[in-house]
């Protein structure tokens, strides 16, 4: 049985008058935790080291922010390989935070990144929480230009003090980290949990309170692979972290939980985004800007690519504005 219901493209609007207008109107800006973003597409940590090489593609600073590769106290030289491995949707890694530490990276990263201009998010992580208090006291005093627009904590590591828990999956031990943070930082903190919890917005509830100014939602899955001949997991580590678009509904749908919860929190939505309809995804379930990570391995030019693409779907709906989009969201029953 045919139907008379079809789909009206962009085109068709446009020539109706019903919508679209010049891209060169469209307002791409938005706030973050008090960060100015001129767009809302950032690299995610651990996919964009810190934007050297991907420089060699396009000009990173047409992002709105880069989000470093998390950065620790001392030089980690991460896990053994193999460390990465191939999902019918995305990939699992166990890279063990492979960074030159805090002292090296203020040396060499980040005058780089100052030349260039770039907005700097730099994400963090340790063991301990005077770990997480020593490397932010070391890029606030390595940084009076101001490179460094806010600071990502990524939760998502074993608190050696706790029995190996990882700081994230405790309200109490992240509220300790953040708290930490906060008293050496002068930019905003973002607290980046993990949705391995029974309930993300009491630990989200905690971060806040403890002194973010937001939330990145979310770090990577917990996942696991077997060599069907070996019987030997993919990873050495045996585990590792789940990412791409596989998990973009599970970080839909925290962003939406939370941000349903804490209005006012801003969010950086994180996930799996690989198209301009995921990033309206997430910035319709609440989140102000939007990380793109492991999409940049199948396409290097996916954030450029994300920008212009946006512009394009708001300019086509007659959307002036892409804040006009943060939790735009509505239920069956409206």
């Avoid at 989000?67 to 191939?86: F, Q």
């Avoid at 580590?237 to 962003?255: E, Q």
Wanted: overall charge negative; some cysteine.
């Amino acid at each position: 049985m045919s139907s008379d219901v079809r789909r009206i493209t962009a085109e068709e609007l446009r020539a109706t008058g019903q919508g679209g207008m010049p891209e060169d109107e469209i307002d791409l800006s938005v706030d973050l935790a008090g960060i100015r973003l001129d767009n809302p597409i950032a690299s995610a940590s651990g996919c964009f080291a810190s934007g050297t090489e991907m420089d060699r593609f396009y000009d990173v600073t047409e992002l709105g922010a880069i989000v470093v590769k998390s950065i620790t106290r001392e030089p980690r030289g991460g896990l053994p390989t193999p460390r990465m491995s191939e999902t019918p949707a995305g990939m699992l890694n166990a890279i063990g935070l492979q960074n030159p530490g805090v002292a090296y990276w203020t040396s060499n990263d980040l005058p780089w990144l100052r030349e260039r201009g770039a907005s700097v998010i730099a994400s963090i992580a340790g063991r301990t929480v005077e770990d997480y208090r020593h490397v932010a006291r070391a890029l606030r005093e390595a940084d009076p230009a101001g490179t460094i627009v806010g600071l990502e904590v990524n939760l998502s590591c074993p608190n050696v003090e706790d029995r190996g828990l990882v700081f994230a999956c405790s309200p109490t031990d992240s509220a300790e980290v953040i708290a930490a943070v906060a008293e050496e930082a002068e930019v905003p903190v973002l607290g980046k949990l993990t949705s391995d919890v029974t309930d993300i917005v009491a630990v989200a509830g905690a971060v806040v309170d403890a002194g973010a100014q937001g939330l990145t939602l979310i770090n990577t899955l917990l996942g696991m692979a077997i060599d069907p001949d070996t019987g030997r997991p993919e990873l050495y580590n045996t585990y590792g972290g789940l990412s791409g678009p596989a998990i973009r509904p599970v970080a839909v749908r925290n962003v939406h939980q939370v941000h349903r919860a804490l209005p006012e929190v801003p969010i950086l939505g994180c996930g799996g985004a690989r198209s301009v309809t995921d990033v309206v995804q997430f910035l319709r379930a609440g989140a102000s800007a939007v990380s793109v990570g492991t999409s940049t391995f199948v396409d290097p030019f996916v954030g450029q690519r994300l920008i212009a693409e946006l512009r394009t779907w708001l300019a086509e709906r007659g959307i002036g504005s892409v804040r006009e989009l943060i939790g735009a969201t509505s239920s069956w029953t409206d």
